[in-house]
């Protein structure tokens, strides 16, 4: 089995800044993709920011700027560095991964539990 654990979410000012982690554990052959989503009260699930094996990186328009994505490949870990936060940020964030749980397996698609993110103006 796989497991995503989020961690970093809490309450913040606006104009502030706050480091989400993502850590992948269990059976891992190779991890494809990282994302983080955000679903705010009332509203979608949202991708904030992509980043693949290569280091390619992906951003919503909103956020371009002022979040970057990046990704430790040794320990299976992505990271969502947020700044310049805005009340309108304030949502739960997601980690979701693509995993290969072995070499010729698919790329089965894993969501972690969320995280709470509260923006104050």
């Known amino acids: 089995q796989v497991q995503l654990v989020e961690s970093g979410g809490g309450l913040v000012q606006a104009g502030g800044s706050l480091r989400l982690s993502c850590a992948a554990s269990?059976?891992?052959?190779?991890?494809?993709?990282m994302y983080w989503f955000r679903q705010a009260p009332g509203k979608q699930r949202d991708l904030v920011a992509g980043?693949?094996?290569?280091?390619?990186?992906n951003y919503a328009d909103s956020v371009k700027g002022r979040f970057t994505i990046s990704r430790d490949n040794a320990k299976n870990t992505v990271y969502l560095q947020m700044n310049g936060l805005r009340p309108e940020d304030t949502a739960v964030y997601y980690c979701?991964?693509?995993?290969?749980?072995?070499?010729?397996?698919?790329?089965?698609?894993?969501w972690g539990q969320g995280t709470q993110v509260t923006v104050s103006s």
């Open positions: 269990g059976t891992i052959f190779s991890i494809n993709a």
């Open positions: 980043i693949i094996r290569d280091g390619s990186t």
């Open positions: 979701n991964a693509l995993i290969q749980r072995r070499r010729f397996g698919p790329s089965e698609n894993y």
